[in-house]
């Protein structure tokens, strides 16, 4: 004779349930937006540290005549644009970052704005990376054509720091795009 007893089933917890697909967006646009203030504030510290003094001679004279001269981030408008671009966007990311914590059900004008203000903050971040970044390639290479000599032969020191301050900045504005492609992402979600 069969059993007219229900078989039990076994439920978890909501508690113990897959957590839902906006809090895996909200959690790992969180962690973004966090690598994203470590790499900017990292980047303009590095650009904000780059000062190397050499003795080096002076044209016209005997090479045995030198002078102290002194290579520093604020000689460049470029890496004074960069540090400045780079702070605001570290301010950037504490603003999204607490505003993404703080708001737990985003709505659609709140998700719209961080996608709009991710995209501008993309332009900003790579404009100040690509002038940075011009700027060091001539040190780096200098140009015949205009006669500007390379100075990371002499500048050994201030060229590294340049070129990791280059390659944080770069590393941020592609954790921009990636936040610009999540929030879009979960935007569409919302309004699909």
């Given at each position: 004779?069969?059993?007219?007893?229900?078989?039990?089933?076994?439920?978890?917890?909501?508690?113990?349930?897959?957590?839902?697909?906006?809090?895996?967006?909200?959690?790992?646009?969180?962690?973004?937006?966090?690598?994203?203030?470590?790499?900017?504030v990292?980047?303009?510290?590095?650009?904000?540290?780059?000062?190397?003094?050499?003795?080096?001679?002076?044209?016209?004279?005997?090479?045995?005549?030198?002078?102290?001269?002194?290579?520093?981030?604020?000689?460049?408008?470029?890496?004074?644009?960069?540090?400045?671009a780079?702070?605001?966007?570290?301010?950037y990311?504490?603003?999204?970052?607490?505003?993404?914590?703080?708001?737990?059900?985003?709505?659609?004008?709140?998700?719209?704005?961080?996608?709009?203000?991710?995209?501008?903050?993309?332009?900003?971040?790579?404009?100040?990376?690509?002038?940075?970044?011009?700027?060091?390639?001539?040190?780096?290479?200098?140009?015949?054509?205009?006669?500007?000599?390379?100075?990371?032969?002499?500048?050994?020191?201030?060229?590294?720091?340049?070129?990791?301050?280059?390659?944080?900045?770069?590393?941020?504005?592609?954790?921009?795009?990636?936040?610009?492609?999540?929030?879009?992402?979960?935007?569409?979600?919302?309004?699909?």
């Amino acid at each position: 004779m069969a059993s007219t007893d229900k078989p039990t089933t076994v439920s978890t917890p909501a508690s113990e349930a897959a957590p839902p697909a906006a809090a895996k967006y909200s959690a790992l646009d969180v962690g973004l937006r966090v690598l994203l203030f470590a790499a900017s504030v990292s980047a303009a510290v590095v650009m904000g540290t780059a000062k190397q003094t050499e003795m080096v001679p002076v044209p016209g004279f005997p090479p045995t005549i030198r002078v102290p001269f002194t290579a520093k981030f604020n000689h460049s408008p470029a890496f004074i644009y960069f540090i400045a671009a780079l702070s605001l966007t570290g301010l950037y990311s504490i603003i999204t970052t607490l505003a993404s914590i703080s708001v737990s059900r985003k709505t659609k004008t709140i998700l719209l704005a961080l996608a709009l203000l991710d995209v501008v903050f993309v332009g900003i971040v790579a404009s100040a990376t690509g002038a940075a970044g011009g700027v060091a390639y001539i040190g780096l290479r200098g140009n015949n054509h205009v006669r500007w000599n390379k100075i990371c032969n002499v500048y050994d020191k201030f060229c590294r720091h340049i070129g990791s301050a280059v390659a944080l900045s770069l590393f941020a504005a592609v954790l921009l795009v990636f936040l610009s492609m999540i929030s879009t992402f979960t935007l569409y979600k919302k309004i699909r």
